[in-house]
């Protein structure tokens, strides 16, 4: 049977991906350093991290329907979604270099720079990532097409998250050169300058195909009553919810376990045995290309911490890529649901068990560490990918069509749960008695062992006991998608 548009080139799955490579720049980060940089960079306590996280997260939260219902009703030569990718690249790159760049003063007015900047960068995060994430259900209608979209785009996406999470640090040490503040605005500065860059090629390479049905009136109130009576929806909207609390609380917590839990000699030892070597008076050229990178480990040992924990993001995150692309084989033999609830079931068992490691058993903590993307790498395409199909059949039983919005309660949910795992990690820290830049107390250890482990794994399991309630099975998403694809060809004819 015909698909409602031609398939989409490798150019323009390319060049859309890297719209997400330059998210990425911002969102890892946000995920594993905002809260270590606010606490240990600029000086605020994990309480007042906290607390920031979700007040400006959920204010945010509160945007996003707001550009959802404009992007759906912005009209121009280039689509309704594509233009808000273009309008918000410049801001965008500022944004993030504004949010790592500590200001000269200090006491409340630090707090209120930090509030200030970081609830503009989620604004414009706001304005360029939902626009950006819709575009994803109306550049194809084919199935396949779309799973193979998503799976390019976070390909690119886990680039750009190898870049963050293995070069961030090193790259912090070597520009900072004892400066942190200065390391992290410029380490910045250049993630900034390569999001720009990266979404004016994802806009220039995109095309909008799919469009609401002919005749479809403008209703801000159908439209919200539509996503709020989907079955499909509410069951999405609660598992990126609980997702993204994970990721918000593991993420931020796993810099502090690497930092202060995980025992130092036995990291050393362990990157050293893999062939990570401590700089020397004659590098050889394996050595200089490393400290470009600020991957050579210091003759003091202070780095250790920054290599280590980079070396482990690095691997991880090459797994992540493997899982990525074994993701539309696998829903295509079994199922989108089916892969993914498995995948999150499995990750959720995997972070719960990393807390039997011992802080000097990090050989353990690799292998747990490679089966975590092992798990979750799958997972993570196919995500927007049933966003996608939730879109598809609102208009399946509607015949209305709504994308922006519905990709806006999502994002909606994903904020509110950045901003109540960043929230929870921060409050709990200061509860068990964090300090920052010092030894911590065996409580405050304990805080940041249970924060990694046991307290992260609580949501993935909650968004794996939702995704029993996703009604979309691979039966009936291949009977939704044939039925919308007649119904376009006849409005076509």
């Keep these: 049977m015909a698909s409602p548009s031609p ?24 995920i594993l350093y905002q809260s270590k940089f606010y606490t240990d960079v600029m000086g605020i306590t994990a309480a007042t ?11 945010d939260a509160v945007f996003d329907p707001m550009v959802g219902l404009m992007a759906d009703r912005t009209q121009s030569r280039w689509g309704k979604f594509r233009p808000w990718v273009l309008w918000t690249a410049l801001p965008f790159g500022i944004a993030l270099w504004l949010a790592y760049s500590v200001p000269s003063f200090d006491g409340g007015a630090k707090i209120a720079y930090a509030a200030l900047t970081y609830t503009f960068l989620m604004m414009i995060y ?33 680039g750009a998250t190898l870049v963050v999470q293995g070069l961030t640090l090193p790259l912090v040490d070597k520009f900072g050169a004892g400066d942190v503040a200065k390391g992290w605005s410029t380490t910045f500065a ?18 909008e195909r799919i469009t609401p049905p002919p005749g479809q009136k403008s209703s801000i109130t159908q439209d919200i009553k539509d996503v709020f009576t989907s079955k499909p929806w509410l069951a999405m909207f609660l598992v ?19 930092t202060y839990y995980v025992d130092k000699a036995a990291l050393l030892q362990f990157v050293q045995g893999i062939g990570f070597s401590q700089a020397t008076a004659s590098p050889g050229w394996g050595e200089t290309i490393a400290g470009w990178f600020g991957f050579v480990l210091a003759s003091d040992g202070h780095n250790t911490t920054s290599v280590g924990f980079s070396v482990f993001n690095m691997a991880g995150n090459i797994v992540t890529i493997i899982g990525v692309l074994l993701s539309k084989p696998l829903a295509l033999r079994f199922g989108k649901k089916a892969v993914f609830a498995t995948g999150v079931a499995a990750t959720a068992l995997i972070t719960a068990l990393i807390f039997i490691v011992k802080p000097d058993q990090i050989g353990l903590l690799f292998v747990l560490s490679l089966l975590w993307p092992a798990a979750y790498g799958p997972t993570i395409p196919l995500l927007w990918a049933m966003i996608a ?31 109540l ?18 030894e911590q107390s065996a409580e405050a250890l304990s805080g940041i062992h249970f924060c990694a482990t046991l307290y992260a794994a609580v949501p993935f399991a909650l968004a794996a006991v939702c995704m029993l309630f996703y009604p979309l099975t691979k039966r009936e998403t291949e009977t939704m998608a044939d039925e919308l694809t007649a119904r376009r060809q006849a409005s076509a004819a």
């Design 49 to 59: 991290a906290g607390t920031l996280f979700l007040l400006v997260r959920l204010l």
């Design 389 to 419: 199909d939730v879109a598809d059949y609102s208009e399946w039983k509607t015949g209305r069509r709504a994308t922006g919005f519905v990709y806006a309660g999502i994002v909606f949910a994903l904020k509110a749960g950045l901003g």
């Design 7 to 30: 398939k989409l080139s490798f150019g323009e799955k390319f060049g859309y991906s890297l719209g997400d490579a330059a998210t990425n720049f911002f969102f890892q980060s946000m």
């Design 240 to 258: 990126t919810l609980f997702i993204f609390t994970t990721l918000a609380l593991r993420g931020s917590s796993m810099y502090y376990y690497f």
């Design 190 to 207: 250049i993630y900034g300058a390569l999001a720009v860059v990266f979404y004016i090629i994802a806009f220039a390479t995109s095309r």
């Design 421 to 438: 795992g960043g929230a929870i990690g921060g409050w709990l820290l200061s509860l068990y008695g964090y300090l920052p830049n010092q």
């Design 126 to 158: 706001s304005a360029n990532n939902l626009p950006y994430s819709a575009l994803n259900g109306v550049m194809t209608g084919d199935q396949a097409d779309r799973t193979s979209l998503a799976s390019f785009r976070f390909v690119s996406a886990m």
